[in-house]
């Protein structure tokens, strides 16, 4: 009989699936992917229409996955995509879902 993941790892991969469960953070982390450079809040702001306050939050849950970095620059923070970790999120699924993987790269920055 095959073993489920363990709890340490199953932890950490439903943290990431969390954190894309709402479309706004989705769509950041979209954007962020698809501008390839860091990104103030106010930029992300208007792009994806939605309230300051509102991208802040999904920004720090995002950072707490370590799916998007931050780096301050004066007074501003500006926001880039983290590709290690974005790039190991299909290789999640796929070992929740018992699928084989090539190698499991490593997901921190």
Known sequence: MKKPLER???QEYASWFRALADPTR???VSLLARHGAPMSVGEIVKAVDVGQST????????????FVLAETRGTASYYRINDACVDCFPTAADIVMGR??????????
């Not at 802040?56 to 370590?66: E, I, P």
């Not at 084989?100 to 920055?109: I, N, R």
């Open 8 to 10: 340490e790892i199953a």
């Open 26 to 28: 989705v769509q950041i």
């Open 55 to 66: 991208v802040s939050n999904h920004l720090r849950q995002l950072a707490a996955v370590r």
């Open 100 to 109: 084989p993987v090539p190698g499991l790269p490593s997901c921190k920055e």
